[in-house]
């Protein structure tokens, strides 16, 4: 069974920065983020593949980059220019290809204070 440990969750201002890690314990095609906000439904922020495409959400274009570190098995998520509407449960999310995986991690919760 694949396992997905995030860390880097945490609570910011409106403007500042913070990275999300996290790490699997297989090699997988696809790696990312999904945010679910509070009240709302959980969707794709940013996902890369091995081969260094990487997709993302059109909130997230230009603020922030998602990369990886395949020989750790390991995606990242800088987070740029952070808005209160960036807040939410972040989770990071494994798989054969584009789209949603089916390995989640545990959830690491990001707070943007205005």
């Known amino acids: 069974q694949v396992q997905l440990v995030e860390s880097g969750g945490g609570s910011v201002q409106a403007g500042e920065p913070l990275t999300l890690s996290c790490t699997a314990t297989?090699?997988?095609?696809?790696l990312g983020w999904f945010l679910q906000p509070p009240r709302d439904a959980r969707h794709l922020v940013a996902q890369?593949?091995?081969?260094?495409?990487?997709k993302y959400a059109e909130s997230a274009k230009g603020r922030f980059t998602v990369s990886r570190d395949n020989a750790k098995n390991a995606v990242y998520l800088q987070m740029n220019s952070l808005s209160p509407e960036d807040a939410g449960e972040y989770y990071c999310?494994?798989?054969?290809?584009?789209?949603?995986?089916?390995?989640w991690g545990q959830g690491n919760q990001v707070t943007v204070s205005s």
């Open positions: 297989q090699d997988l095609d696809a």
């Open positions: 999310n494994a798989g054969y290809s584009l789209g949603t995986g089916p390995f």
């Open positions: 890369i593949l091995r081969d260094g495409t990487a």
